[in-house]
């Protein structure tokens, strides 16, 4: 059997260490590629070098900002994703306090204090259930955050500040989708979750037990188990 082309997306601050666990674990069933996100300014340009790489068809796997960039691949190219996977993310754009606290985090990363801002995001993205788990888990976390960097983070976040509501697209999204989130995921709810998959026609929604935002990396069984049947559905 021919393996599924399949496209994952990192969060804010992500790279492929993300995803290490569903590389592996579902590498008998896709053909993976892990989009780098870097350099870039704007989610189009993001989505312009995504499908520029991307096979002519493809299931797409995103986690948090890597789902606000596949709202916009989804509005540019959606006759060619054949399966979506949304997880820990939103539909909605920011918040006012939510733009508050992410020029703040800018700003702090730009005067140089970029190692005392992945701190405090680990912290609201694990659940302390999975580094209780995983003692090397915010290592793992750590270490990925700082090879992105500091410019990274700037150009990534600017990008999530000027991000539309995507949740008109919702009820035209016509693909297999799973929506999926830990229950103790702070940074992007649950009912954000719950909200994507009432309004994706058919959409299956799956909740992680025990997990934060990180949910790839928490819980990797879980999600490989999810994304397994997704891509076999």
């Not at 493809?58 to 916009?72: C, I, P, R, V």
Request: net charge neutral.
């Amino acid at each position: 059997m021919s393996r599924i082309p399949l496209v994952l997306l990192p969060g804010l601050i992500c790279d492929r260490e993300l995803w290490r666990d569903q590389i592996t674990g579902l590498a008998d069933l896709a053909e993976i590629e892990v989009a780098d996100l870097t350099n870039a300014d704007s989610f189009a340009e993001m989505a312009e070098r995504v499908l520029a790489r991307a096979p002519a068809r493809f299931a797409l796997a995103a986690l948090s900002m890597g789902g606000y960039l596949a709202f916009e691949i989804m509005r540019r190219a959606a006759t060619r994703v054949e399966r979506l996977a949304l997880l820990d993310t939103s539909a909605r754009a920011d918040t006012p306090e939510q733009l508050r606290k992410r020029r703040m985090f800018v700003a702090h990363a730009k005067r140089g204090k970029f190692k005392g801002v992945t701190p405090q995001l680990i912290t609201n993205w694990v659940s302390p259930k999975s580094i209780a788990r995983d003692a090397g888990l915010s290592q793992r976390v750590h270490e990925m955050t700082l090879r992105v960097g500091a410019d990274n983070f700037c150009r990534q976040v600017n990008a999530i500040m000027e991000r539309p509501d995507s949740r008109p697209l919702l009820s035209e999204i016509a693909c297999p989708t799973l929506v999926l989130c830990g229950r103790e995921d702070e940074a992007t709810p649950l009912a954000l979750s719950q909200e994507m998959a009432a309004d994706i026609p058919d959409a299956q929604l799956r909740v992680l037990d025990e997990c934060g935002h990180l949910s790839p990396m928490e819980k990797p069984e879980a999600v490989n188990d999810a994304m397994r049947r997704w891509l076999m559905a």
